[in-house]
């Protein structure tokens, strides 16, 4: 079996019974939140969507967006969306990065260089990146 996406990190937000804590990121549906479309099973206490695709309920902590991953084959990647303020950009590239999932991280530093390079000609795609890692 695949490692798990949360490989016994006591730490990490997620919680103790979420999907990704069992499963390799792909291998479970992440939605907004908790509902009665994916009741916790009673015989494990994990949630599942009706077709039995196991669910995590909280994106915010696992650093993926909302998808059907498992259930529907997304794609695993994060939308990148840079303010139109230059003084905003560091900012917002943190709470971006340091809320991503660490295999989104890659492709978060490519569309951040690529968006800032059209989009701010003038800053460095480079200097703005360390500035919103630091």
Not at 54 to 78: I, R
Request: proline fraction near 13%; glycine fraction near 6%.
């Amino acid at each position: 079996m695949a490692e798990p996406f949360v490989n016994d990190d006591v730490l990490h937000l997620a919680c103790g019974i979420c999907p990704s804590r069992r499963f390799p990121a792909g291998e479970f549906d992440v939605w907004a939140r908790p509902t009665k479309e994916c009741p916790f099973n009673p015989a494990d206490g994990h949630r599942y969507a009706p077709d039995g695709t196991p669910v995590c309920v909280h994106p915010e902590k696992v650093g993926l967006p909302v998808g059907a991953y498992k259930s529907e084959n997304a794609p695993l990647t994060v939308d990148l969306h840079l303010p139109p303020d230059p003084s905003e950009v560091v900012p917002y590239l943190h709470d971006v990065l340091y809320g991503a999932a660490p295999l989104l991280l890659e492709g978060l530093i490519e569309k951040a260089t690529a968006q800032i390079r059209v989009q701010f000609p003038d800053l460095d795609p480079l200097t703005v990146l360390r500035q919103a890692l630091s």
